[in-house]
């Protein structure tokens, strides 16, 4: 019996997730991960919020799914988010069966969750930062490089599905370079397409796929990587494949301006742990505007229609080191963070009135006193709706404010490939799987619906990753 080859096209987390999965399920199976880009990794290797688990006490399977439903808008898969929430668990724990000594201890209630659920990775011991999705994706590139059937290609690009006459089924893939590979199944995990932002792609010169369903976001900054350009979703389509939600695209209310190039189309992302450990958002006249840990959708909304330049995000000493210290110092080398020594410096700083600033911050600390002293005191409700005050924002003696100007920027692409709960890509004239066809990560659509949550997207690699590479793996050998 000749050997059966397993194709994933894309390194990020859902593309290695997928590779380990097929090929522990199917040993004997050759498994080939092909990327385009010099190094894999991908924008999974750029996350920081963390990764969504239903860990702590208190949460619920119904509460997360809750969440993430009504963070959708009515436009999620309910079966898609379903298994999602309820193998978040299973997730984690096979995450730390590939890299035992990966540490996600750290746990942040983010914008939208009811819950503290986003895990991320502790500082190493002298101090320094542990990006998680660098940390995953450094996790499972050395589980696969322990796996003799798996092969790792870069600088790999594919520009065709094979598809067998007759049966519409997917036998293998075209390379840029015009050499062909056989496979009894291919699965795609290339990721999104928010990362190119102009009308025209570079470097290939075509309409780009946001200049077809989004035109109104033409132009703005972006979060993403230039590789981020749709490659899957175009190689679907090419098949057959159906589409949903193409035209949702998730705008992150924070993305770092830089002082020295606040015009640079790609922002670091500010990621949303800052606001979860207490940092506030503050207008231009040194004003809060809108409860920080609302959803990214309502927080893009609220930041735009301020028409307030610049908006600035505050935190505290005390909020820095909740958030972790050394990921802080790096955003403050890279010229993101300035420091100001107390409530004057600060109100500088952001060209207001020091007495504005500090009645905003006497507002806010209200909150915090009345939910920490005395749990049976009748609080009156924040004007913004928020209920989670991590800090107080005014301390004695003063502590040293940390500010970075912020703007809104094109974060993630919900839409994408249709998927079933089996990770088989359907297609767009019978509505079935089409066969040997599987696909993983942003490049798919139906979970997320009209917004994201933060943490649920490298939970969505792991959990379809995962799904994807186990069928794919049983369907080439069938």
């Not at 520009?159 to 893939?173: K, P, S, T, Y």
């Not at 609220?302 to 909020?319: F, H, K």
Request: hydrophobic residues 40%; proline residues 4%; charged residues 20%.
């Amino acid at each position: 019996m000749s050997q059966k080859t397993i194709i994933i096209i894309g390194g990020g987390l859902a593309g290695l997730t997928a590779t380990i999965e097929s090929a522990t399920t199917n040993p004997s199976a050759r498994v080939i991960l092909l990327d385009k880009e010099k190094g894999i990794g991908g924008n999974s290797a750029k996350a920081t919020s963390g990764i969504n688990g239903m860990t702590e006490q208190g949460d619920t399977f119904e509460d997360f799914e809750h969440d993430t439903l009504e963070s959708g808008g009515g436009l999620s898969n309910i079966a898609l988010v379903k298994k999602l929430v309820y193998e978040s668990v299973d997730a984690l724990a096979w995450l730390r069966e590939q890299d035992p000594t990966l540490d996600l201890s750290l746990v942040s209630q983010c914008g939208g969750h009811s819950r503290p659920r986003t895990h991320r990775c502790a500082a190493k011991p002298g101090g320094g930062p542990v990006p998680v999705g660098w940390r995953l994706v450094q996790a499972l590139k050395q589980k696969a490089g322990t796996l003799g059937n798996v092969e790792i290609r870069t600088e790999s690009r594919v520009q065709r599905l094979i598809v067998a006459a007759g049966n519409d089924a997917i036998r293998g893939v075209e390379l840029a370079n015009g050499e062909k590979i056989d496979a009894e199944a291919v699965i795609l995990a290339s990721g999104g397409f928010g990362g190119q932002t102009l009308e025209i792609e570079q470097p290939d010169g075509m309409p780009t796929l946001l200049s077809q369903y989004a035109p109104h976001l033409l132009n703005i900054a972006t979060t993403n990587g230039p590789w981020a350009n749709g490659d899957g979703v175009r190689l679907g389509l090419a098949v057959g494949a159906a589409t949903k939600d193409m035209d949702q695209i998730q705008i992150h209310p924070t993305g770092f301006v830089d002082p020295a190039n606040p015009k640079a189309h790609t922002k670091f992302l500010a990621p949303e742990a800052l606001r979860a450990y207490g940092g506030v958002l503050l207008s231009s006249t040194g004003h809060r505007f809108v409860n920080e840990l609302t959803r990214r959708d309502a927080l893009t909304k609220a930041i735009l229609e301020t028409q307030s330049v610049p908006i600035n995000l505050v935190m505290t000493d005390a909020m820095i080191d909740s958030f972790g210290r050394s990921t802080a110092e790096f955003y403050a080398k890279k010229g993101f963070f300035k420091k100001c020594a107390g409530l004057q410096e600060l109100a500088t700083q952001l060209g207001a009135n020091a007495s504005i600033v500090e009645d905003e911050f006497k507002r806010y600390d209200m909150h915090v006193t009345e939910r920490t002293d005395d749990a049976t005191a009748s609080i009156v409700p924040d004007r913004f709706g928020k209920t989670l005050f991590p800090k107080k924002l005014l301390e004695q003696p003063q502590t040293t404010y940390w500010v970075a100007q912020i703007t809104p920027c094109i974060h993630y692409t919900m839409g994408g490939l249709e998927i079933n709960t089996s990770a088989q890509v359907i297609s767009e004239q019978t509505h079935q799987p089409i066969p040997g066809l599987f696909a993983a990560g942003e490049v798919t659509s139906g979970v997320h619906g009209k917004n994201r949550l933060a943490g649920n997207s490298l939970l969505e690699c792991v959990v379809y990753g995962r799904t994807a590479g186990r069928n794919a793996a049983k369907y080439a050998s069938a």
